[in-house]
């Protein structure tokens, strides 16, 4: 049963920054089960790692 849980929950925790008022946005999501985070350098990789991780296809070694 906590197989299928794992499955079909997500939770992460997302900071949003930037160093300066002309420098572009930064995020980073952080699993707070496992304390693992993942940094993105524009907001279409941070996209591009959620909609994955909402697909039925598990995620590949080194994709984000």
Wanted: glycine fraction near 4%.
């Amino acid at each position: 049963m906590k197989r299928k849980i794992e499955h079909n929950y997500r939770a992460f925790l997302l900071r949003l920054w930037r160093d300066d008022t002309d420098m572009p946005w930064r995020a980073s999501l952080e699993n707070p089960h496992t304390g693992e985070r993942q940094h993105f350098a524009k907001p279409e990789y941070l996209m591009a790692f959620l909609i994955q991780q909402m697909s039925d296809e598990p995620p590949q070694d080194g994709e984000r």
